[in-house]
T-cell receptor, first 113, second 113 residues
Framework: KAGVTQTPRYLIKTRGQQVTLSCSPI?????VSWYQQTPGQGLQFLFE???????NKGNFPGRFSGRQFSNSRSEMNVSTLELGDSALYLC????????????FGQGTRLTVV | SQKIEQNSEALNIQEGKTATLTCNYT??????LQWYRQDPGRGPVFLLL?????KEKRKERLKVTFDTTLKQSLFHITASQPADSATYLC????????????FGAGTRLFVKA
């Protein structure tokens, strides 16, 4: 079965622009979580969606937003990009609520210049 | 405040020895804890999940312990191999106040031949 697919793999944007990242979870998985990974901070939780509803959100500014569609695909959007937003953005899917192993995509490497 | 702590210093061991990695947490009451492996430029890969009522879990050369009194998990790799070299992340699933999985910063393991 196909794994978690994130697109694009690499992205370079200029400060002030906005960006949309996409995540297609494993077929049948209804939970999608997003993380930001930087060398200094490790994996930081952004938000989690389950059946199109955001169930939890991490401590990130409102410039970071997301959504999930009826087919469980998810997007995250970052507006007014800052240099500090440069990071690896990872998406993870799981089959249900808690107590499920998470399957991660390869990530999107975002560079803000 | 809530914290997950993993040894930020890299662990260097000789092939064939047992690697032991530590995960400590404070101000969490996780129902379960997970361990993941991450290779450079790739998303984390699930290894093991252990529940709060389980003291120990094994899978092939891997062993995880979970001490909810000490608020600590130990992750062991026996008969380590150079291919085990990677970053290992522990993660807690927090279900109170909304579901989210929180990751530690990870410990880098180097296994020398």
């Amino acid at each position: 079965k196909a794994g978690v697919t994130q697109t694009p793999r690499y992205l370079i944007k200029t400060r002030g622009q906005q960006v949309t990242l996409s995540c297609s979870p494993i077929s049948g998985h209804r939970s999608v979580s997003w993380y930001q990974q930087t060398p200094g901070q490790g994996l930081q939780f952004l938000f989690e969606y389950f059946s199109e509803t955001q169930r939890n959100k991490g401590n990130f500014p409102g410039r970071f937003s997301g959504r999930q569609f009826s087919n469980s695909r998810s997007e995250m959007n970052v507006s007014t990009l800052e240099l500090g937003d440069s990071a690896l953005y990872l998406c993870a899917s799981s089959s249900g609520p808690a107590n499920s192993e998470a399957f991660f995509g390869q990530g999107t490497r975002l560079t803000v210049v | 405040s809530q914290k997950i702590e993993q040894n930020s210093e890299a662990l260097n061991i000789q092939e064939g020895k047992t690697a032991t990695l530590t995960c400590n947490y404070t101000n969490y009451s996780p129902a379960y804890l997970q361990w993941y492996r991450q290779d450079p430029g790739r998303g984390p890969v699930f290894l093991l999940l252990i529940r709060e009522n389980e003291k120990e879990k094994r899978k092939e050369r891997l062993k995880v312990t979970f001490d909810t009194t000490l608020k600590q998990s130990l992750f062991h790799i026996t008969a380590s191999q150079p291919a085990d070299s990677a970053t290992y992340l522990c993660a807690l699933d927090q279900t109170t106040g909304g579901f989210k999985t929180i990751f530690g910063a990870g410990t880098r393991l180097f296994v020398k031949a």
